[in-house]
């Protein structure tokens, strides 16, 4: 994890916490999130780690890289501004929709 220079914690939920953090290699954004109850060691038999390390798609989050640090499970993924709920409640405060087109494009 030296690797990552954490800039700022930006969720927190039942599992962990999310992170903002530069690759100090690259210079590049990552979202680091720490899972706070996967230290066994099955925790690559997990549904969501196998489909995030075998699913390779633009619309979905990119994992980078798994690191284990003193029994904690991290997930090293593609940085994104903001998420589609945040966009979502965005649109609606402001009395807008979401053309069909844009529905159908983030859907697929």
Do not use: W
């Amino acid at each position: 994890m030296e690797r990552y220079k954490f800039t700022k914690q930006v969720d927190a939920g039942s599992f962990g916490h999310v992170y903002k953090a530069v690759d100090k290699t690259t210079g590049e954004f990552v979202a680091i999130k720490e899972l706070k109850h996967l230290c066994q060691s099955s925790y690559l038999e997990l549904p969501k780690v196998q489909a995030l390390t075998r699913l390779k798609h633009p619309n979905v989050v990119n994992l980078k890289g798994i690191q284990r640090l003193h029994g904690v499970v991290f997930f090293i993924l593609e940085y994104m501004q903001g998420i589609l709920f945040q966009l979502i409640h965005l649109k609606g405060n402001a009395g807008q929709l979401f053309s069909l087109a844009k529905i159908r494009a983030m859907c697929f």
